[in-house]
Antibody, heavy 118, light 108 residues
Framework: QVQLQESGPGLVKPSQTLSLTCTVS??????????WSWIRQHPGKGLEWIGY???????YYNPSLKSLPTISLDTSKNQFSLKLSSVTAADTAVYYC??????????WGQGTLVTVSS | DIQMTQSPSSLSASVGDRVTIACQAS??????LNWYQQKPGKAPNLLIY???NVETGVPSRFSGSGSGTDFTLTINSLQPEDIATYYC??????????FGGGTKVEIK
């Protein structure tokens, strides 16, 4: 069973870049068929898909996001990362990393709260 | 983008009741619809995939049905541990993957 763990700063200043890392254990990030994903949840709200990356480096992002995301893979560390640039208070949320496979998200990290505030 | 609309947004039911949650897509998504359960302070957990397939380990009181634009999640005999918010998610048209707004289930 793949396990995921998010890490990164819990507080980011407005206009700066939010950076999070997801460490994968119990499986290889080089496994075919899996898309390594980021999802967020604003406080008390629903789920919003940010984007995902495949082993080939192919990425798909949610075009409705105002802050531009970048997702990358580090196969040597079995990790993948999210960067969100020029953040505002509207990017305050719990951020989850997850595996996307055959159309569904089947493994999730526990989530990490990121607050955007000066 | 495909919009997913869930109803009701919240409900209160008694232990042992049958609970039904609806999810409507803004266009035909076939059976490309999944359901998740999210307990307070926890990550979501996959319950149902492809509209009606129960994920391994999920209690048999959970079932899903529907196709096209209208889908239903049913909990037969609600249990106290089913207190959670339930989300539907479509993957017919990507990007973006989209979720419904959620249905919060409480015990009466």
């Amino acid at each position: 069973q793949v396990q995921l763990q998010e890490s990164g700063p819990g507080l980011v200043k407005p206009s700066q870049t939010l950076s999070l890392t997801c460490t994968v254990s119990g499986g290889s990030i080089s496994s075919s068929g899996y898309y390594w994903s980021w999802i967020r949840q604003h406080p008390g709200k629903g789920l919003e898909w940010i984007g995902y990356i495949y082993l080939s480096g192919y990425t798909y992002y949610n075009p409705s996001l105002k802050s531009l995301p970048t997702i990358s893979l580090d196969t040597s560390k079995n990790q993948f990362s999210l960067k969100l640039s020029s953040v505002t208070a509207a990017d305050t949320a719990v951020y989850y990393c997850a595996t996307y496979h055959l159309g569904f998200f089947d493994n999730w990290g526990q989530g990490t709260l990121v607050t955007v505030s000066s | 983008d495909i919009q997913m609309t869930q109803s009701p947004s919240s409900l209160s039911a008694s232990v042992g009741d049958r609970v039904t949650i609806a999810c409507q897509a803004s266009q035909d998504i076939g059976n490309y619809l999944n359901w998740y359960q999210q307990k307070p302070g926890k990550a979501p957990n996959l319950l149902i995939y492809d509209a009606s397939n129960v994920e391994t380990g999920v209690p048999s009181r959970f079932s899903g049905s529907g196709s096209g634009t209208d889908f239903t999640l049913t909990i037969n005999s609600l249990q106290p541990e089913d207190i959670a918010t339930y989300y539907c998610q479509q993957y017919d048209s990507v990007p973006p993957l989209t979720f419904g707004g959620g249905t919060k289930v409480e015990i009466k």
